[in-house]
Nanobody, 124 residues
Framework: QVHLAESGGGLVQAGGSLRLSCTPS?????????MGWFRQAPGKEREFVAA????????SYADSVKGRFTISRDNAKDTAYLQMNSLKPEDAAVYYC????????????????WGQGTQVTVSL
């Protein structure tokens, strides 16, 4: 069982930046898991943001964040990151990290493990 914990959320002005982190706890083999970031705004469905494979090859991004967000991972530190730049009010949501063994994918239903989420608020 893999337990994930997100951190780094908060309140930021539009145009600002935040970096989210995701770390597993307990017995885990972090490097064996692909990682994904998803978000859910009030009244909306959870949506894909970004994903990265176990070996950090070509990451994938939602069109809405491409060029502004960067997903990365440091297997030595058992941590995945989501660098968010040029934040917009529409980026406000609870951000979740997720893990799965296998390829990095965009479908949230294919992820096995989830964190509790971290709130990102973007003010005008």
């Amino acid at each position: 069982q893999v337990h994930l914990a997100e951190s780094g959320g908060g309140l930021v002005q539009a145009g600002g930046s935040l970096r989210l982190s995701c770390t597993p706890s307990g017995r885990t083999s972090f490097s064996r898991h692909s990682m994904g970031w998803f978000r859910q705004a009030p009244g909306k469905e959870r949506e894909f943001v970004a994903a990265i494979s176990r070996i950090s090859d070509i990451p994938s991004y939602a069109d809405s964040v491409k060029g502004r967000f960067t997903i990365s991972r440091d297997n030595a530190k058992d941590t995945a990151y989501l660098q968010m730049n040029s934040l917009k009010p529409e980026d406000a949501a609870v951000y979740y990290c997720a893990a799965r063994e296998g390829m990095a994918v965009r479908d949230s239903a294919l992820y096995d493990y989830w964190g509790q989420g971290t709130q990102v608020t973007v003010s005008l």
